[in-house]
């Protein structure tokens, strides 16, 4: 995986009459204290969000309906890509990492839990600025 994310294998209750239960705790099965949550929805298939990355952020992200892939990089390592096709699969990304979300399916829900409160100053959107600050970040 590209430094500084992982994927998390999330339990669930099942019960063959009555459907599943998918439990997160912060610091538990999310990675950290939870300050925030949001979710994406009704983007069309063709669409991409993303195209930024986080100073100090950490993040987890759900698919809790449908599909999305998440393209995730950083200098010196190859693109991946992570497709999120299940509501108990997680994708961390910590900080310093390019992330793209695409190939939304119809009906595609993102759910997203946050370390820290938006904070617009923590984005790096520009990629060429990334691509310094994250060769400075990854050689401390
Ligand atoms: C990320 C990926 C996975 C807020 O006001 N509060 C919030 O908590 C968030 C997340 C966004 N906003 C505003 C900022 C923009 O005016 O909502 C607007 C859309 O945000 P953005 O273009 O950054 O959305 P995405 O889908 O490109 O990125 C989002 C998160 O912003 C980002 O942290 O990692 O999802």
Redesign the pocket.
């Known amino acids: 995986m590209v430094p500084n994310t992982r994927i998390l294998e999330l339990g669930s209750f099942s019960d063959e009459q009555y459907g599943t239960l998918v439990a997160l705790e912060a610091t538990k099965e999310i990675p950290f204290e939870v300050r ?1 949550a ?1 979710y ?1 929805y009704g983007v069309p298939e063709n669409e991409t ?4 990355s ?1 100073n100090k ?1 950490e ?1 987890v ?1 759900i698919c809790v309906s449908g599909s999305v892939t998440i393209a995730l990089s950083m200098p010196g390592e190859n693109e991946e890509e992570v497709l999120l096709d299940s509501p108990t699969k997680g994708l961390y ?1 910590g900080p310093m990492v390019w ?1 793209v ?1 695409k190939g939304f399916s119809e009906g595609a829900v993102l759910l ?1 839990f946050a370390s820290e409160y ?1 904070d ?1 100053s923590d ?1 790096i959107r520009d990629k060429d600025m990334y691509f310094i600050k994250a060769k400075e970040y990854f050689q401390k």
Not at 49 to 52: E, K, L, Q, S, V
């Open positions: 925030r949001y994406i969000r993303g195209h930024h986080h952020l993040q992200l990304i992330r979300m997203v938006f617009e984005y």
